[in-house]
């Protein structure tokens, strides 16, 4: 088995510090130093130096501002690659934008198509247009934001255009049980590997998250549960060849409808 068969992904379930931009930097880097020679790929929460706060004014910042700076350099201090989300300000316009670093300095975004307006996030950000998909280490990886969940179509993974689907969130505990199932279905309906990663927590306007971060097979198969409300750091080695085999004996990609979104 070639080293790019296998990905280490690790999940990072932690709390965030409300609104403090520079405290959550701090504290999630060290979560990031422990994960030293440990890992190829550690996923964040999404908004995790902010948390859902709508001042997005003033906490927004371009790719080239003191988190991206930041991450850059744990990426290449770690030797990992990271992804998550954070308040992106870009042409007079805001957005929930998701990141995906490597280790040798390469950086990939993608804006959160689905704003979640129970919560007042369309109100704040611009809807993204464009989804991404970042070839790292042989795997072809797609990561997507919270709400985007809900959307099977924009997910839809046609032609095996991607391996490893990744949905980063603040998922209300409330929640929890449409958080789990939904995972589960992008999984077995695109047939590849999926990795949702959430906060733990309260926030500031009182939203309460309980974590629960999995990681599914491509056959629906839970391969990591965390323990909901926990802090905590999990890695899992997960095969290319598992997801090739798989596609191989059971072909159901090729009788997939086209989809085309406007």
């Avoid at 003033?58 to 501002?65: C, F, M, R, V, Y």
């Avoid at 789990?180 to 590849?192: F, G, H, P, T, V």
Wanted: proline share 3%; charged share 30%; hydrophobic share 40%.
């Amino acid at each position: 088995m070639e080293d790019n068969d296998l990905l280490r992904i690790s999940i990072v379930q932690s709390h965030i510090i409300w609104e403090d931009v520079a405290e959550n930097i701090s504290y999630y880097g060290e979560l990031l130093r422990r994960l030293r020679g440990k890992t190829d790929l550690a996923v964040l929460p999404e908004l995790f130096t902010t948390g859902l706060s709508l001042r997005v004014a003033e906490l927004s910042e371009p790719n080239d501002g003191r988190t991206v700076t930041a991450l850059k350099k744990y990426a290449a201090d770690y030797n990992l690659a990271v992804t998550g989300s954070f308040m992106a300000a870009d042409g007079g316009k805001y957005y929930n934008r998701a990141f995906f670093i490597t280790p040798d300095g390469r950086e990939f975004y993608y804006d959160k198509r689905h704003l979640f307006g129970m919560a007042g996030e369309d109100k704040c950000f611009s809807p993204g247009m464009k989804r991404l998909i970042v070839d790292y280490r042989g795997w072809k990886i797609c990561p997507l934001v919270c709400y985007d969940l809900r959307f099977p179509v924009w997910s839809r993974n046609v032609d095996n255009e991607y391996d490893l689907l990744i949905y980063v969130a603040n998922w209300a505990e409330s929640r929890k049980k449409v958080w789990k199932s939904l995972l589960q279905a992008r999984a077995i309906e695109n047939m590849c590997f999926v990795c949702g990663v959430n906060r733990i927590g309260v926030d500031a306007r009182e939203f309460k998250y309980h974590g629960g971060s999995l990681i599914y097979s491509p056959k629906g198969k839970k391969i990591i549960g965390i323990k909901e409300e926990e802090e905590t750091i999990v890695t899992k080695v997960i095969k290319k060849e598992d997801l090739n085999s798989l596609r191989a004996k059971f072909p159901a990609w090729k009788d997939a409808d086209k989809f085309e979104l406007l």
